[in-house]
């Protein structure tokens, strides 16, 4: 049920800025600058974003990615703050000053749980681009009911990690209008470039010292209670083959241990548990009839991400790639080696100093969401059954590291910024739950990440 607004009340905070980005001179930093500069008053009057500032361990390499960010023009007079994710006493006069903290500094697992720690004591807002499943569930479990009580709003994986895959399961299962049901849905990732694809480093070093830390994921996951589960129709998906070729795609396939299907699946649970969606802090009548009205046409379903490929022989790399990180990564020793020569062990698909500017701006990324499912519930409702219809969708965009997340980034801070009191008081929370019922996907669209409604068929036995 949901709380009259007036029981509910946002903490009194007048801070300095509305938004700080911290970790501003690292590789994925100081584009999250650029993008955040395009919509920076006076630049643009109409946005919510009036004021920023720039915080991290070094003023002067933060100058130096400010006049990155804002070349050709002059840098604009914006502060530059001291702050160290191993100073905490650094990270909570950042929060007493602003009412969002864009979190940059990566990996989170190392990092990030000062920074959580200091925005939910303060009540500033906080947002990051972790794709890290056990920082986020780690600091779910330590800080969600502080949070609650503070105002301080936590979202993790507001960038490539796990925005495109939370909004294109939700735009998939919206399509499957009544009596159909979707029952599964795999998502296709499919990274595409005119030049060699370079990963962003840190994603690899997250992924090395994931495999690190698996046992400490199992082990919080089996101290807490176990998630609720959506009543999907039908039976579960089928377990399929380790290899295969979508052909109405064009792709060789791989299963992906991504954080997406984590994050998605931590969505669908919560949703499950509140069918109308999260309250907001202090919602209008109109803004609860349209939350409610957007939950209403999303269907759960089951989720798994592939990793897509032209070739087979990409994807025999892919394999070999994950074996050399499964393996190294659970000794100490091989852990540096993985992270003293990222080149070699993933065949130049990463390198320490990241892709050059010419790599960032000729890739790209499409994501298919191939949505299988029946077509009434009293079909799916027969045993021994296969799916009888399918829909395929698509979200397409720029390079996924440097100019995806950034993108992604900024449309959830500017939302939360104009539009704090139609979202949760306070709290930890995956994306989607949050974003899913406001105009994210149409600021995306307007952003250059598109989607699209390929195809509705039939499927015979």
Known sequence: MDEPPEQRQLPCRSPQYDVIILGASGFTGKYVVREALKFLAPTAPSSPLKSIALAGRNPARLADALRWAARPDLPPDIALLAADAGDPASLGHMCAQTRLVLNCVGPFRLYGEPIVAACVESGCDYLDICGEPEFMERMEAKYHERAVETGSLVISACGFDSVPAELGLMFNSRQWTE??????????????????????????????????????LQELRRSRPRRTRPAIPGPGPPKGSIIEHQNKIGLWAVKLPSADSVVVRRTLSILTENPHGLPGANEDAEHIEKRKAFWSTVKPAHFGVKMGLKSLLGIFRLIIVGMFIGVLGRTAFGRWLLLKLPSVFSFGSFREKGPTEDEVECASFKMWFVGHGYSSRDVASQSNVKPDMEIITRVTGPEVGYLTTPIILL??????????????KGGSYPPGIVFGPTDLQERLEKNGISFDVISKSALHA
Request: with cysteine; aromatic share 8%.
């Open 411 to 424: 449309q959830c801070a500017l939302i939360l910024l104009s539009n704090r009191e139609n979202l949760p």
């Open 179 to 216: 009596p159909a049901v979707v029952n599964w849905v795999e998502a296709y990732v499919s990274l595409e470039s005119e030049r060699r694809i370079v990963g962003n480093f840190g994603t690899y070093q997250s992924a090395v010292l994931g495999v690190a830390n698996v046992e400490k």
